[in-house]
């Protein structure tokens, strides 16, 4: 079953066009925190990012944010991604 799109996830997609696959999962690793994942697809390329936080929230918005400035350096150093299409995340 697939959850709702968070906000931060909507924006990273609206933002990259290039982006055709976006996967953010979450996972509780101990009883003080959580694990969130994120696969980002671009033609070309994959990014995987994780990050911890002390609540869900926390997790996710900072693996998204961190999915962010990969996108920034990879966009950069590809000028082919600057045109794609978007999915959903």
Same mark, same amino acid.
């Given at each position: 079953?697939? #959850?709702?799109?968070?906000? /931060?996830? #909507? $924006?990273? +997609?609206? &933002?990259?066009?290039?982006i055709t696959a976006c996967r953010v999962a979450l996972e509780k690793f101990d009883a003080s925190g959580w694990n969130a994942r994120v /696969? +980002?697809?671009l033609p070309q390329h994959q990014l995987i990012v994780n990050a911890t936080g002390a609540d869900e929230v926390s997790a996710r918005r900072h693996a998204l944010q961190r999915a #962010? $400035? &990969?996108?920034e350096e990879v966009? #950069? &150093?590809?000028?082919?991604l600057t045109a794609g299409r978007n999915a959903d995340c």
């Open positions: 079953m697939r #959850a709702a799109i968070s906000p /931060e996830a #909507a $924006e990273l +997609v609206t &933002r990259y066009p290039a /696969e +980002v697809l #962010a $400035e &990969r996108l966009m #950069a &150093r590809d000028p082919r």
